[in-house]
């Protein structure tokens, strides 16, 4: 049985309103995979970019090294590259260029045949008042959520 990993990125749902969101396959190593698969991953830092052959690569992801890996282990923090359709890829490139929004890593996920996925989101950036509204709202859900609870 294989083991299903989930790594989220929270910090991107406070800071960046997502307007849309896809699942990117990742060009991995075999031991990269397997550190995966164990949870030894962060994408909290991580952002995407385009480089000049249109193709879009994962950067800032941190991949902790196998622990019993050898000689042909992977660097813990390189580029890696998501595997889009082209016409994914073309209309992300051109909302990145023309709107001025960002691609964000959401989560790092296993799917049920073992894969490695990388939930990407199309992003615009939140102001610190839309933050504000943002911890508001989560404290009068948890205050409602404490008063159902009581009854």
Known sequence: MIKTANILNKKARFDYEIL???SAGIVLTGTEIKSIRLGKANITESFCEFNDDGELFAINT?????????QFNHKARSERKLLLNKRELKTLEKNVDTKGLTIVPLRL???EKGLAKLEIGLCR???TYDKRESLKEQDTKRDIDR???SF
């Open 147 to 149: 008063i159902k609870k």
């Open 109 to 111: 996920f296993t799917n």
């Open 125 to 127: 950036g939140k102001k």
């Open 62 to 70: 941190s991949i902790e090294e196998y622990a019993f890996g050898n």
């Open 20 to 22: 849309e969101t896809y």
